[in-house]
């Protein structure tokens, strides 16, 4: 019999999660946590799913019997059904013929000849995964939540962002929150979410999210670090061209009834300086479409990095403003970065030239622009980003969104965007897929790789012949002796493999533990949540 899963629709997956980075994969600049996030990627497509293999439940003391009152320390969700003891449990359910499924990322998936079923990695749910609840704001793609969808969670998918106080409220039973820029996941609104175990940002900036807090709440936090850096290089190219030609000014003319054929102040592009501030993922992207285009294509960046093609890097903002035709901005939302192009930097900037913004709206400061396209300093702007955006299409780009809207919308050869740099079915569709299944990777196994706020962790799967195992996951402070007192918990038992990492303040382990009962779980889970360190403690089997 099958017990707590109202789906019995369990699934394994290959046994390979291993971190071999496939050849050829690597490139220059890719940090850490996206060769991870790239190596997960090809062990997914090789997934098998299995139905019916394991059914396992959890007694209700273990999901809620904290003992201590804090915020809820077992990342299960409430209200799942009462189960039987761990013992019976933690036997096989029916095993059911394999089916062939589609992967993630849409291909069809081959039952494994390789390995015995009785080898397959087995999944870890403790839970009925109805149970999770996913709330997704702003429009994420139909690929992450169909992905998200088949694991049997509750989905709830909303086009816009949600104004704080609904937020509030939302948020509450929900184990799973995906977003992407608008939405603002602040220390306040993590706090009124007592069951959230993760956060999804689908996009790539991750400013709008306390990450440090999530963090010490034992929250972790995905996002998509490159799947829409090509898109937003394709609109700066086209904006380059646009600005150099002022089509967008031309084209409202036209479409006012105005012929207005001028050829003074437009220019080609071929042979002009292209400043790139910001020489990551975006950047590099940039700096070889705009080579291709004959640009001459400089760089500054905090960090000193390989350029692409010719691309040369200068030492200081102030030498790039004073060389650059065409200014662009590519840096992420940070203290340091904050109004980095103001009145000063702009009075650099070379008479005539061009400033584009797509990275975030705190970076300049558009009053500053306004006056410098008035002065006849700049001779035209492109802005994707505002300091305040919109939570949801409609007529809401006014002066009282931001003051100086009047007036950046009558500045002469404007390109003005509402943040759509990352917008493209194929961005979207990637990001979507790629951070839904970093969902499901951390809410089904407690992997880690690729998160932004935790340490990157990863044990191998256990695997469908190991059914007494159990995966303890604990995310605790990192301090001195911790680890002491942890393993005097665990050293009791036999740790098959264990794995644990620090990230500032917030440490993550992951041991797998073989040969244990229902009442040695819950003994060992008890003893880690009464360490003081402890921030949450999952069970994973
Ligand atoms: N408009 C849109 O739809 C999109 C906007 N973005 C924004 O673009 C930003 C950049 O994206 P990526 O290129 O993917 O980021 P990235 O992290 O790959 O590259 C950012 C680069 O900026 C550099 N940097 C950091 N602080 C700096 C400073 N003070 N001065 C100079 N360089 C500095 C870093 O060293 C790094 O090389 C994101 O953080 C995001 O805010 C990203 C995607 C879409
Ligand atoms: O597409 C979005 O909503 C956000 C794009 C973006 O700014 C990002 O990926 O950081």
Redesign the pocket.
């Known amino acids: 019999m099958l017990r707590g899963f109202s789906h019995g629709n369990l699934e394994d997956i290959s046994p390979d999660l291993g971190l071999d980075v496939p050849s050829g994969q690597m490139r220059r600049s890719l940090p850490r946590a996206d060769l991870s996030r790239i190596v997960r990627h090809d062990h997914i497509v090789q997934e098998v799913i299995v139905k019916n293999t394991m059914a396992l439940s959890v007694p209700q003391s273990l999901l809620h019997g904290s003992s201590r009152s804090r915020s809820p320390s077992l990342c299960l969700p409430r209200g799942l059904p009462n189960s039987a003891d761990l013992g019976e449990a933690l036997e096989p359910g029916p095993r059911a013929e394999p089916r062939v499924v589609m992967s993630s990322q849409g291909r069809s998936l081959q039952r494994s000849t390789t390995h015995s079923s009785a080898a397959a990695a087995r999944e870890l749910k403790p839970f009925a995964t109805a149970d999770i609840k996913i709330l997704l704001l702003e429009n994420v793609n139909t690929a992450g939540q169909d992905i998200l969808r088949q694991q049997g969670y509750q989905v709830e998918a909303l086009k816009s962002s949600l104004p704080e106080a609904e937020l509030i409220e939302k948020i509450q039973d929900v184990h799973v929150i995906g977003i992407r820029s608008k939405t603002q996941l602040t220390k306040k609104v993590i706090d009124s979410a007592p069951n959230l175990l993760v956060i999804g940002c689908f996009?790539?900036?991750t400013?709008q999210v306390d990450l440090k807090h999530a963090a010490q709440k034992g929250v972790a936090v995905f996002n998509s670090p490159?799947s829409?850096?090509r898109s937003?290089a394709e609109q700066v190219i086209s904006e380059i061209i646009a600005l150099a030609r002022q089509i967008c000014d031309r084209s409202m003319e036209l479409h006012q009834g105005k012929w207005n054929k001028v050829s003074a102040g437009c220019w080609e592009v071929r042979g002009k300086t292209l400043g790139i501030?910001?020489?990551?993922?975006?950047?590099n992207q940039l700096s070889v479409l705009a080579e291709a285009m004959g640009m001459r294509v400089i760089f500054?960046?905090?960090?000193n990095l390989m350029s692409m093609g010719t691309a040369h890097q200068v030492s200081t903002l102030d030498e790039l403003l004073q060389q650059a035709d065409f200014v662009t901005l590519?840096?992420?939302?940070?203290p340091?970065?904050e109004n980095?192009i103001s009145t000063e930097q702009l009075n650099k900037m070379k008479d005539g030239s061009y400033l584009l913004n797509?990275?975030?709206g705190s970076i300049v400061d558009i009053q500053a622009v306004i006056d410098a396209s008035r002065s006849g300093k700049l001779a035209g702007a492109a802005f994707?980003?505002y300091p305040n955006e919109p939570a949801a299409n409609g007529d809401y780009f006014n002066n009282s969104l931001n003051q100086w809207t009047d007036a950046l919308n009558s500045c002469k050869n404007f390109i003005l965007t509402p943040?759509?740099?990352?917008s493209t079915e194929e961005a979207q569709r990637a990001i979507g897929v790629e951070v839904a299944d970093a969902l499901v990777q951390y809410v089904n196994y407690g992997t880690t790789l690729g998160a932004c706020n935790m340490p990157e962790v990863n044990l191998r799967s256990l695997t469908a012949d190991e059914p007494n195992h159990v995966r303890m996951v604990y995310i605790h402070q990192n301090v001195p002796g911790v680890l002491r007192r942890v393993n005097e918990i665990l050293g009791d038992h036999n740790v098959d493999k264990q794995m644990t990492d620090s990230r500032g303040d917030v440490a993550y382990l992951m041991a797998d533990i073989s040969n244990v009962n229902q009442q040695q779980i819950k003994d060992i889970y008890v003893a880690l949540e009464e360490l003081s360190s402890r921030i949450r403690t999952r069970v994973l089997y």
């Open positions: 996009c790539i900036g400013n490159f829409n850096s937003v501030v910001g020489y990551g993922h975006i950047g500054y960046d905090v960090v590519h840096v992420p939302e940070l340091e970065t980095m797509l990275s975030r994707d980003v943040h759509i740099g990352g």
